[in-house]
């Protein structure tokens, strides 16, 4: 019989060589399909997300060309406003204040060989006067002066007279004016000192002894401020057709600054993010205002009614939100490509696993059926140890089909379980004996511990499917000799079933991951100990299946103990009055 197995032995191991030999190749092939097409996978979602960061660059670019525009238009408006500011101040300034009151000091200084001391006497004079455009221009003057003929171009001064070295630099401005014999009506002169502009309008004229007479006034800056302001608020400075009305002065921001820097009118409040321009009064209206400059600012909000469509908001956050979200999910598509790849590559080990635990039982109980009809057995004891090999490993097989048909229902997520009130205790010894004979002979012993009275609502296949599982995890990861304790108790209320093994224990880091599917320790896959990986990951599913919950802990020896929890059933009243 020894020569027989021997002999179907070594042709088995042939086949089998054969067999893993195809099979590897098989393998071979489709990993490398696999990673094949994985790489391929990969390089497309690379080119998506570029092909995405390009496009989000182009419609950023193209967006920032759009408000670029945009806002070019709104300086333009800008600028034309600013252009309206000095076309208007220059001409209503000039023409109905310096004009005007430089002609009346003029005729004043004919008719008179010295001006009056005091400054009310020419303010009287002209706020008497019957032209309202003289009492109005009037307003301009801070102080007259004069440079009168026959005395040595002396300057004399009615009102406040300026500082000696101003009233010097004046003189001296109306003698290179005298020497020049510049034409036009009047000239002004602008002097900066010390921070503060003095402005000064000068005229010439003949008087009836034919002398020529120099005379003028010192502009009140106050004053003039107060003036242009007036011109500036008389009516819009954008034309009316420009945004059908809409934009009016409180949407405009303009300041007039003086040679000095300071801020001689301030029309509307300052405007966020406003679009401004920056002009120089220049030699407009005889450059009355030269040195002058005028910034002007629009709204941002006119834009809705200036510019079809509006001022173009920024994307930008948009775009990198859109791209944040690609990168994400591509980023998603790579990790699950990854856990796919892993998983298949775990199904692979799992086949390969399935078909070695299946190629052993197979084998013994060909073996030893072929023995049995060639009779080629001795006694009635080696007859007898041949069926209970072959019964060991039929058990042995069916246990393996039905993880794997288990593990099938729990994929699919169909459930079978018919729970009905069993008493625990009868059932897990009818398992623990049904274990025991199954190990012919193995030097390992079954110990039940179980507590009576304890009751839950379980499928009875699926229990003896969950503790089998356990009891041969412990057999097959254990010594060879050892005790291996089946319990049951009841705690928390509870129904608490437990297998305690004598083997090396679970690691601390890693008794989650144990009840993980196609999972092995990394000593149990380095060792020749077999596994397929889905046992502890089929007793997981049909626990929780029942509501419970399963873990690993220390034994109380080296050992693990693998513990299952299910909920007590309820107490009936037959069982209350057994109590």
Known sequence: MQAFADSAGGAETAQT??????????????????????????????????TAGLLTAQAY????????????VLRDYSSLVADEVIRRTSADVGYYGYYVLETAVLREAQRSAKLPADIADIKGAFASA????????????????????????????????PPPRIAQWLQAQIAEMAASRRAGPFKKLTLVDQGSVHSFVVGSAQTPA??????????????????????????????????????????????VRDPAGSQLVQLGAPVAGGLSATKAFGDTYQGIFSGYTVIAALDPQVGDAVIIGGLPRSRLPFFLGLLALNVALIVAAILQLRRETALQRLRDEFVASVSHELRTPLTQIRMFT?????????????????????????????????????FSRSDRKVSSLVRTRRELAPLLAEIADDFAASLNGSPVQIEPRLAEGIAAEVDADAIRQIVLNLLDNGVKYGPNQ????????????????????????????????????????????????????????????????????????????????????????PSTPAAEGAR
């Not at 003289?134 to 009102?159: D, T, V, W």
């Not at 006694?379 to 039929?394: G, M, N, P, T, V």
């Not at 596994?531 to 080296?558: F, P, Y």
Request: hydrophobic residues 40%; aromatic residues 6%; positive net charge.
């Open 61 to 72: 670019v193209a967006g920032w060309y759009q408000r670029a525009a945009a806002e070019s």
């Open 370 to 406: 072929e023995t049995l009809l060639l009779e080629r057995v001795r006694s009635d004891q080696e007859h007898r140890r041949s069926l209970e090999i072959i019964d060991r490993e039929a058990r042995r097989l069916g246990q393996l089909v039905e993880n794997i048909l288990q």
């Open 482 to 569: 050892q005790r291996i304790l089946l319990g049951l108790e009841a705690r928390d209320g509870k129904a608490v079933v437990f297998v305690e093994d004598e083997g090396p224990g679970i690691p601390v880091a890693e008794r989650r991951r144990v009840f993980e599917r196609f999972y092995r320790l990394k000593r149990d896959r380095e060792s020749a100990t077999a596994g397929t990986g889905i046992g502890l990951s089929v007793v997981r599913d049909l626990v929780l299946r029942h509501d419970g919950r399963c873990h690993v802990e220390n034994g109380s020896g080296k050992g693990a103990r693998f513990v299952v929890e299910l909920p007590l059933a």
């Open 210 to 255: 034919g002398q020529e007479v120099f005379g003028g006034f010192e502009t009140d800056m106050a004053a003039l401020g107060a003036w242009m302001k007036t011109v500036l608020e008389r009516q819009p400075l954008l034309p009316p057709t420009l945004g059908h009305g809409k934009v009016t002065n409180a949407m405009v921001q303009v300041s």
């Open 17 to 50: 060589r054969v067999l893993y030999s195809r099979l590897s190749k098989a393998f071979a092939l489709s990993w490398n399909s696999r990673n094949t097409r994985t790489t391929l996978i990969v390089a497309l979602l690379l080119v998506s997300l570029v």
């Open 130 to 161: 019957q032209e309202p455009g003289l009492r109005n221009a009037a307003r301009l003057a801070k102080s007259y002066f004069r440079i009168e003929p026959g005395k040595g171009g002396g300057l004399s001064f009615a009102g406040d007279a």
